[in-house]
């Protein structure tokens, strides 16, 4: 499947948000319950205002928006990922190319040489998927679990 990334705008709220809201998505964010439209535009507007420390790439299929890409710059040199594919895009490898697409992206703009996942215990899926990538298991701290990798 060919996707594309490209940097997100306010105009993308209502994509993120329905994203954003999906049950299998907020289940597994540091938040895990559903946002209002009131208090994602807010967060959107951050973020799309914090361009040294927030980078938000939307994942498209010729040019219908089907995930995200976000890095949160934490401390010096590394970003923190969070990621998400629609339902019914998954298991076909777009996370995998988003990721590599969306680092590619950041490495042009961006000193970073850690990238930093924090994924919750049950989030099986996820552990997977970023042991595919070659992270490392870092920490475990309560009911989550940090890994790296070095870019
Ligand atoms: C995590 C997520 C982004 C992966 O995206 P995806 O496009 O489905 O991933 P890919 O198809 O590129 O799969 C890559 C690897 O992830 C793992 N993986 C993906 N789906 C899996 C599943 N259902 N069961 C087990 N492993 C799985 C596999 O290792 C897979 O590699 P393989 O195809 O060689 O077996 C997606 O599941 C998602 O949006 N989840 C909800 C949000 C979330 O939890 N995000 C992570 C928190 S930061």
Redesign the pocket.
């Known amino acids: 499947m060919t996707i594309s990334l490209r940097k997100a705008k306010l105009s993308d709220a209502e994509f993120l948000f329905d994203l954003r809201n999906q049950a299998?998505?907020y289940k597994?964010?540091r938040t895990n319950r559903p946002v209002k439209r009131k208090e994602h535009i807010s967060w959107l507007s951050s973020v799309l205002s914090e361009k040294e420390k927030k980078d938000l790439f939307i994942i498209q299929q010729k040019s219908v928006p089907i995930?995200q890409v976000r890095f949160d710059r934490k401390q010096d040199g590394e970003a923190e990922?969070?990621?998400?594919?629609l339902k019914e895009?998954?298991?076909?490898?777009?996370?995998?190319?988003?990721f590599k697409e969306a680092v590619k992206l950041l490495k042009k703009e961006k000193k970073i040489k850690t990238i930093a996942?924090?994924?919750r215990k049950n989030?099986?899926?996820?552990q997977?998927?970023f042991?595919?990538l070659n992270f490392k298991l870092k920490r475990k701290k309560g009911k989550w679990l940090k890994y790296i990798l070095k870019i």
Not at 81 to 85: D, F
Not at 123 to 126: A, D, L
């Open positions: 299998d998505v597994y964010s995930g990922i969070s990621i998400a594919v895009f998954r298991g076909k490898g777009v996370g995998i190319k988003s996942a924090e994924v989030n099986i899926v996820s997977k998927f042991e595919r």
